[in-house]
């Protein structure tokens, strides 16, 4: 079961935090859409870090239906990637609906070291569920300094090595519960036929505002990365889904499908 995290979290706008998108091809081991970083060097040892005790805004991966998804959490640096795998560790938050996680309950961070992209991370406990290890690394490569982790066990390993564990179209900007503006972007990473997928955003009532097919750099086999913008229409500010499925090249159903809510401006 995991550890479920009683009250709501803070996620106001941070003005200290300075955002890095960073969108990468296909090509290498990381496969990483958006990445985050912020005026610290993100690392544990072997360089320099700025002293700060300021709050940033990271991305937990848990899972939703037993695939890798983000969520968003405030840590307080200045060591920001083991601040990130504690809580990623600490399981989801009461307000995280539908997030589970295969991390052993208790299990505690005993280290982390982060030099040449190497995340190197000592847990109290080693998670054997391949679930489990692809939270860790799929939080920690979020990071531009770590590229591939190391458990200790055999060579470090970095997101290509969960492809089973990740969703078909995985949606890593925006998270669940942001609120967004019309023609905000999408982004992530994609494996879909033919590297293509459709998307809908519907308000509070289900009401389609907008919809329309999107393809990826790479697919068929190979993840790939995809960006688009999204603009609608609304008269008040509601709730609303960003729904991201693959048409089924059998018979035209819906499969991989996800959904992301989100507050519509």
Do not use: W
Not at 100 to 108: F, V
């Amino acid at each position: 079961m995991p550890n479920i995290r009683v009250g709501m979290r803070f996620r106001g706008a941070l003005s200290v935090l300075v955002v890095l998108v960073v969108l990468g091809g296909c090509g290498g081991d990381h496969n990483e859409s958006e990445q985050t970083t912020t005026q610290e060097t993100v690392t544990e040892t072997g360089t320099t870090s700025t002293p700060t005790q300021s709050q940033v805004a990271v991305k937990l991966y848990f899972l939703r239906g037993g695939k890798v998804s983000p969520v968003q959490r405030d840590v307080t640096g200045p060591a920001v990637g083991s601040a990130a795998v504690r809580e990623l560790l600490d399981g989801p938050a009461a307000d995280d609906p539908g997030v589970k996680t295969a991390i052993p309950d208790g299990t505690q961070l005993e280290s982390l070291a982060i030099d040449g992209g190497v995340a190197s991370v000592q847990l109290s406990q080693q998670p054997a569920d391949e679930a489990a290890l692809a939270q860790l690394v799929y939080t920690l490569t979020q990071f531009p300094t770590v590229k591939r982790v190391d458990f200790g066990a055999d060579r470090p390993v970095g997101r290509r090595a969960f492809e089973a564990e990740t969703p078909a179209v995985l949606v890593e900007s925006p998270l669940p519960g942001e609120s967004v503006q019309s023609g905000f972007a999408v982004r992530g990473t994609a494996n879909t036929f033919e590297a293509t997928f459709n998307y809908e955003l519907k308000d509070a009532s289900g009401v389609v505002l907008r919809k329309n097919f999107v393809t990826a750099t790479s697919g068929s086999g190979t993840r790939g990365t995809f960006s688009f913008r999204v603009p609608y229409q609304v008269d008040k500010p509601q709730d609303g889904r960003l729904v991201v499925f693959e048409l089924s090249a059998e018979n035209g159903s819906r499969i991989h499908q996800s959904e992301i809510p989100l507050h519509l401006q």
